[in-house]
């Protein structure tokens, strides 16, 4: 009931203020009523393509082409669909190394709510593409067309990642703030000068070069596509000291003709900032206070919200991808009279 306090999640992650950001209401459903929504094909597809490119850099360098990524898929597929199937002679060579990777196999290795976590996703998964069904078949070739994009992006078998699927966490203000970091790559560009750059994966389309000059996508739709990569170079800063260089978004979803992937010569491996499927920002000291200040503000904000339970709905152009507009079960309230 409104005005009685509420028992607020014990950590805070980018996606939780970006929800609490774009709609207060939003973040009670997920994170203080945790009522879930069910994955669909794109998301799906994006968790599948993130295992392949994960798991990519474990082989070495000279077998990082396009066509081991793409035999990846299907025992990826499996691997998510049945996370702690015991390993047997039917199963590929390549399913066993994702596995091992992955510390899947029996579950023994890892926390019970982390198996559990799984066990739910995976049941999820499963009811949205069983064997044989189109949705399978669409979550697969969309994962083959991100990764084929992928290899025009950049040149894996030219550098290795510092690491990948990163937890990270530091308390921010008084919050305890977490998140997963897709790729941290650090290099040399001399002998005195070191680089860190966090790089994230988005399997959907890039935005075009009208897009990204007009003044409501620098403004608006930028800062939200940053945020959670902002967050995770204040983490770093904190955490452990380092100060990332840049940001990247690599987009590997389908380019529209005015945003034909620029060619990135044979001797590169990352592409810089300024290419058509990346979007990117440097760093700065004053960028990490900036953050520092804006995660410091929306803590501030959840705790005067949940001290008298109040999570008004925000509505705006987002609403129409958003899974409480139409439901029965845990309607918005914006939208429950219509």
Same mark, same amino acid.
């Given at each position: 009931m409104e005005n009685e306090p509420v028992a607020l999640p014990k950590k805070l992650s980018p996606s939780s203020m970006s929800d609490f950001k774009r709609c207060p209401k939003l973040f009670e459903f997920k994170y203080i009523q945790r009522i879930s929504t069910p994955p669909t094909i794109a998301t799906t597809m994006g968790n599948l393509v993130h295992l392949v490119l994960e798991r990519l850099f474990d082989v070495p360098p000279d077998r990082r082409t396009p066509e081991l990524a793409d035999d990846m898929v299907e025992p990826a597929i499996t691997t998510m669909l049945f996370p702690?199937?015991?390993?047997?002679?039917?199963?590929? !060579?390549?399913?066993? +190394?994702? *596995?091992?990777?992955?510390? /899947?196999?029996?579950? #023994?290795?890892?926390?019970?709510?982390?198996?559990?976590?799984a066990q739910k996703s995976a049941s999820e998964w499963l009811e949205l593409m069983p064997e044989g069904s189109p949705e399978r078949a669409k979550v697969a070739d969309g994962a083959?067309?991100?990764?084929?994009?992928?290899?025009?992006?950049?040149?894996?078998?030219?550098?290795?990642?510092?690491?990948?699927?990163?937890?990270?966490?530091?308390?921010?203000?008084?919050?305890?703030?977490?998140?997963?970091?897709?790729?941290?790559?650090?290099?040399?560009?001399?002998?005195?000068?070191e680089r860190w750059v966090i790089s994230d994966y988005k399997t959907s389309k890039p935005p075009t070069p009208s897009q990204r000059n007009s003044s409501y996508f620098r403004n608006?739709?930028?800062? !939200?596509?940053?945020? +959670?990569? *902002?967050?995770?170079?204040? /983490?770093?800063?904190? #955490?452990?000291?380092?100060?990332?260089?840049?940001?990247?978004?690599?987009?590997?979803?389908?380019?529209?003709?005015?945003?034909?992937?620029?060619?990135?010569?044979?001797?590169?491996?990352?592409?810089?900032?300024?290419?058509?499927?990346?979007?990117?920002?440097?760093?700065?000291?004053?960028?990490?206070?900036?953050?520092?200040?804006e995660v410091i503000r929306i803590h501030s904000e959840i705790l005067d919200a949940a001290e008298v339970n109040s999570w008004p709905a925000k509505t705006g152009k987002l609403c129409d991808w958003c899974d409480f507009k139409t439901s029965t079960e845990h309607p918005c309230p914006a939208f429950a009279a219509s």
């Amino acid at each position: 009931m409104e005005n009685e306090p509420v028992a607020l999640p014990k950590k805070l992650s980018p996606s939780s203020m970006s929800d609490f950001k774009r709609c207060p209401k939003l973040f009670e459903f997920k994170y203080i009523q945790r009522i879930s929504t069910p994955p669909t094909i794109a998301t799906t597809m994006g968790n599948l393509v993130h295992l392949v490119l994960e798991r990519l850099f474990d082989v070495p360098p000279d077998r990082r082409t396009p066509e081991l990524a793409d035999d990846m898929v299907e025992p990826a597929i499996t691997t998510m669909l049945f996370p702690f199937k015991s390993i047997d002679e039917q199963m590929s !060579e390549l399913e066993v +190394a994702i *596995r091992e990777a992955s510390g /899947l196999f029996d579950g #023994s290795g890892i926390e019970q709510w982390e198996k559990e976590r799984a066990q739910k996703s995976a049941s999820e998964w499963l009811e949205l593409m069983p064997e044989g069904s189109p949705e399978r078949a669409k979550v697969a070739d969309g994962a083959r067309n991100a990764i084929t994009t992928y290899f025009e992006v950049e040149r894996p078998a030219n550098f290795d990642p510092e690491d990948r699927e990163i937890h990270i966490e530091a308390s921010i203000g008084g919050a305890v703030v977490h998140g997963y970091i897709d790729r941290l790559d650090r290099y040399l560009i001399s002998d005195d000068e070191e680089r860190w750059v966090i790089s994230d994966y988005k399997t959907s389309k890039p935005p075009t070069p009208s897009q990204r000059n007009s003044s409501y996508f620098r403004n608006t739709i930028l800062p !939200e596509r940053l945020f +959670a990569m *902002r967050v995770y170079a204040l /983490l770093l800063a904190e #955490s452990i000291d380092v100060l990332p260089h840049s940001l990247r978004l690599i987009y590997l979803g389908p380019s529209d003709v005015e945003t034909a992937i620029d060619a990135l010569p044979a001797s590169e491996g990352r592409p810089p900032l300024s290419r058509s499927n990346v979007i990117g920002e440097e760093v700065s000291v004053t960028s990490i206070d900036q953050t520092r200040q804006e995660v410091i503000r929306i803590h501030s904000e959840i705790l005067d919200a949940a001290e008298v339970n109040s999570w008004p709905a925000k509505t705006g152009k987002l609403c129409d991808w958003c899974d409480f507009k139409t439901s029965t079960e845990h309607p918005c309230p914006a939208f429950a009279a219509s």
